[in-house]
């Protein structure tokens, strides 16, 4: 019998069996980084339709003329029903911790100590961030400048 066959029966037995004894059964839901890496891609794609928007810091979470590194974050992640906290050092402390080697698209990156700068991380090294005179900007994380300050990073997606 085939593996996905003797899958199914396994399943249905196991089914049967505990309706039949009066109890409940908990299938096993789908698997959460496929939703994760879809919701990523929103993510990144939206965080992208700002490439340029003016840099401006203790910028307002009701505006999207200008953003700070956090409320740009905010913003696009709320599109997503992910509600973060307003400051990076805030950020830095939600979701779970991920290591550098283990970096997924849609994970938070967060430099300085203390943290006060937070990034989206894009995939093959690189970053959507804002800061100073380019605003919305894709940087690379392996460059001399961000790597030497790379804190941390978390999951939150």
């Known amino acids: 019998m085939k593996k996905t066959n003797m899958s199914k029966l396994l399943m249905s037995v196991t089914l049967s069996f505990s309706l039949l004894m009066g109890g409940t059964v908990a299938l096993q839901a ?8 879809s919701k990523a891609s929103g993510i990144i794609s939206t965080g992208k339709k700002y490439l340029g928007t003016p840099y401006k810091f203790g910028a307002s979470t009701s505006t999207t003329r200008v953003f700070d590194c956090s409320t740009f974050t905010k913003y696009v992640y709320k599109k997503y029903g992910i509600t973060l906290p307003r400051t990076s050092y805030s950020q830095s402390k939600v979701g779970s911790y991920v290591s550098r080697s283990n970096l997924k698209p849609g994970d938070l990156v967060f430099f300085y100590k203390p943290v006060h700068h937070v990034a989206i991380y894009i995939g093959n090294g690189k970053i959507l961030h804002t800061y100073g005179k380019p605003g919305v900007v894709i940087s690379s994380l392996n460059s001399s400048w961000w790597s030497s300050h790379y804190t941390t990073a978390r999951r939150v997606n």
């Open 30 to 37: 789908t698997p959460v980084h496929a939703t994760s890496a």
